[in-house]
C-alpha cells in the first residue's frame, strides 16, 4: 500500500484547527502553564478553563482525587474572571498562534449573555464553548444542560449575541438520552458538540464516612469513562450532528493515539485531551505527530475519512 | 521561596544508576540527570507510574522495534486494560554534580500502587519525570550568621538532606533535627546503631546524610527506641529550653502536617523565620489542575485567606502564612 500525504486539518465550525487535537476545558489552564513544556501552535486548538463573569476562587480542597483508571475533581469552576481573562489571559495566549476556545460558565442566564458577548467581542477568540454540564457547582449551568427546552432557550439567546465566534456547546452525559439534549443544541444554534463533561460520582472514606471532596460528589474523567464517551459520541453522531453535518469535539479518556482513532471512528471530526495533560504535559502535540503516523498506516489523507468510519459487518 | 534562578521544567526519561532500601518502607533511586541540570532544594519532581511501559512508547508517535511489527501495534483489548495513573510528586532529596554529569535522588516511601510502582524501578531502567518544579527554600543572606535549623520527619527529611547539602557548600552553620516512629523504620543512613537516650537532646553524627554535609544531628522517635523520646518537634523545643545559646535562628522543615504545625507555632512563639515544604497530592504539578490548593493568609481579601496552588506558589511557604485547617 503507498503511503498517502497525510493532510491533519480539520474544521470545527468556522475553525480551522492544523489537526484534531485540542486540550480540555479545566485541564489546560489558561495555557501558558502547557507553554512551557511545548509550542503551542502544535495544538489544533487550546480550550481554557470556564470563564464566569467574577473571579471565583472554587471549593476548598481536597478538591480532586485518584480513582481506578480515573479521577474525581470538584474545583468549583476556580477561574480569574472575565475582566482579567480578557486583560491578561487572553493577549498572552494570542501570542502563541493556536485557536483559542474559551469555556464559558453561568450562573444565570443573564450571566451566560454578557460573558458570551464580551467574548465575542475580543477578535482574537475563535470559539465560544457553553459549560451547560458542570456537576460541581449549582450555578454550573447543569440545569440548562439537562433540560432540553431551557438549553434550546439559551442556546438561541446566547447565538444572538455570539455573532463572529463559532458557538459550541459541551454537552453533559448525566442524562438518559444525550441525542435529545444534542437535538435542543443543535436546534438552538450550536455549530458544533463537545461531549463528554465529567459524570457525576462520589468517593466516601469507608471506615470514617468522610466524602473524600469537600464538594461530597464531582466529576469523573480519565480512561475510566472513555467507553461511556465513545458510546454518547457515536449515538450523537448518528442521531443528530452526522445528518446534520454538526462536528463533534469527542473527550473522554483520550491519552494515546489509538484512543483519537477511537473518537473519530465513533464520529468526532477532533477530540480534546484532558486528564492526560496532568499523566503528561505534552500529550497534546504527541498525539498530533502520532496520528500522522497512523493515519500514513490506515491508507488515509485526512482525519476527515475516519469520522464515523466503523465496521459494523456481521 | 528563593529568588535564584534554576532552569525550566522538562519531561526527560532519566536512568536509575542506584537503588538502595532504607527501613521496611523507604527505597532511594538516583536517577542519572543531564548535564545542565539545575535544581535548588525544596524543588521537586513528578515521576511517571505506569502499568505498561510500552504504552508510554506508543503515545510518542515513533515506531517500536518488536516482534509484533511497526508501531502502532497495540490492540483495542490491550489499550482498554491499560491502567494509568497521575504522576506522583517526589522531592529532589540530594543532587550531585561531577564534572559534566549530574545525578539527582528521590526518596519513595511505599504508600500505595503508584509509589510501589517507583520503588520497583531497577538499576538501568528509564524513569520518566516533569521537573524540577516548585518553588524552593532560601538560605539566609550572606552576611546573616544566624543558625539553620533542619527539621525533618519521616520521609519528609528528603528535601532537608539537599538543604544541608547546599548550604554547607556556603559555609553556613546548620544543626539537623530528625524524627521518626521508632528505630526500625528510619530513611536515613545510620553510621551506627542508634541508642535512645530518653528525655536528653544529643547532637551527633550518626545520621550518614547530615553528616556528609558537617550538620550534627538531633534524632528523635514517638517511642524513644532510638535518640530522644517524643516528636522532633518536642526533640527541638527541649533543645531551645536547654542547650540553644540565643544566637539568630531559622527554621527549615518537611514531614507530616501536624509537626509542620507545631514547628511553626514553636516559630511563632520564639519569633524565628520559618520556612516548611508542604506535601499534598497533586493531579499535573505544573498548575493546571488546580488540586494542590493550600489557603494561604491574605489581608488583602476580604475573607483574610486566599487558595494558592502548592505546586506553583510551594512546595515551600512561610509558616505564617500557612491556615493549617
Known sequence: MTRPNVDLCVTLGRIAMRNPIATASGCSGYGEELARFYDLSRLGAIVTKSITLEPREGHLPP???????????????????????????????????????????????????QVAAALDAEPRIAGI???????????????????????????????????????????????TDIAVTARAAVEGGAEALSLINTLRGLAVDPWTGRPLLTNVTGGLSGPAVKPVA???????????????????????????????????RAGATAV??????????????????????????????SPRDLVGAMDLAK | ?????????????????????????????????????????????????????????????????????????ATGLEISRRWPVVRRPLSISRLARDKDRVWIEVLVRAVGAGSRFIQSRPVGSLVNLV????????????????????????????????????????????????????SGDMPVRLLRTPQP??????????????????????????????????????????????????????????????????????????????QVSLERFMGCGIGVCLSCATKRRDAANAKGWTLRLTCREGPVVDSNDMIWS
Request: with cysteine.
Open chain 1, 63 to 113: 478538591r480532586l482525587i485518584e480513582t481506578r483508571a480515573g479521577m474525581l475533581n470538584a474545583i468549583g469552576l476556580a477561574n480569574v474572571g472575565l475582566d482579567l481573562f480578557l486583560r491578561e489571559k487572553v493577549p498572552a495566549l494570542a501570542a502563541h498562534n493556536v485557536p483559542i476556545i474559551v469555556n464559558v460558565a453561568g450562573s444565570t442566564r443573564d450571566e451566560y449573555l
Open chain 1, 129 to 175: 464553548e457553553l459549560n451547560v454540564s458542570c456537576p460541581n457547582v449549582k450555578e454550573g449551568g447543569i440545569e440548562f444542560g439537562i433540560d432540553p427546552q431551557a438549553l434550546r432557550s439559551l442556546v438561541e439567546a446566547v447565538r444572538k449575541r455570539v455573532t463572529r465566534a463559532t458557538l459550541i456547546v459541551k454537552l453533559s452525559p448525566n442524562v
Open chain 1, 230 to 264: 465513545l458510546y454518547m459520541v457515536r449515538r450523537v453522531w448518528q442521531e443528530v450532528a452526522g445528518p446534520r453535518g454538526i462536528p463533534i469535539l469527542g473527550l473522554g479518556g483520550v491519552q494515546f493515539v489509538e484512543d483519537v482513532l477511537e473518537f473519530l
Open chain 1, 272 to 301: 480534546a485531551v484532558g486528564t492526560a495533560n496532568f499523566v503528561d504535559p505534552e500529550t497534546g502535540p504527541k498525539l498530533a505527530d502520532g496520528l500522522k503516523q497512523a493515519l500514513e498506516k490506515l491508507g488515509c489523507g
Open chain 2, 1 to 73: 521561596m528563593s529568588d535564584e534562578t534554576t532552569i525550566p521544567p522538562r519531561r526527560l526519561d532519566l536512568p536509575v544508576v542506584a537503588r538502595r532500601e532504607a527501613g521496611h518502607q523507604f527505597v532511594r533511586l538516583s536517577l542519572g540527570a543531564p548535564p545542565d541540570w539545575v535544581s535548588l532544594p525544596g524543588q521537586f519532581v513528578n515521576i511517571l507510574c505506569e502499568s505498561d511501559p510500552s504504552a508510554v512508547t506508543a503515545s510518542e508517535g515513533r515506531p517500536v522495534e518488536s516482534e509484533q511489527g511497526e508501531w502502532p501495534q
Open chain 2, 131 to 182: 521537573g524540577p518544579l516548585g518553588n524552593s527554600f532560601s538560605a539566609p543572606p550572606s552576611d546573616d550568621d544566624r543558625l539553620c535549623i533542619l527539621v525533618g520527619g519521616g520521609c519528609g527529611v528528603a528535601p532537608i538532606f539537599g538543604l544541608a547539602d547546599y548550604l554547607a557548600a556556603r559555609g553556613r552553620r546548620a544543626l539537623g533535627f530528625f524524627g521518626a516512629s521508632h
Open chain 2, 197 to 274: 537516650t530518653g528525655d536528653r537532646v544529643e547532637a551527633t553524627d550518626i545520621v550518614g546524610e547530615f553528616a556528609d554535609a558537617g550538620v550534627p544531628t538531633v534524632l528523635a522517635t514517638d517511642d524513644g527506641s532510638a535518640g530522644f523520646r517524643g516528636t522532633v518537634t518536642q526533640a527541638l523545643e527541649a533543645w531551645m529550653e536547654k542547650s540553644w545559646d540565643r544566637r539568630p535562628l531559622a527554621f527549615f522543615g518537611c514531614g507530616p502536617t501536624p509537626m509542620l504545625k507545631a514547628l511553626g507555632d514553636l516559630a511563632r512563639r520564639y519569633d524565628v523565620p520559618c
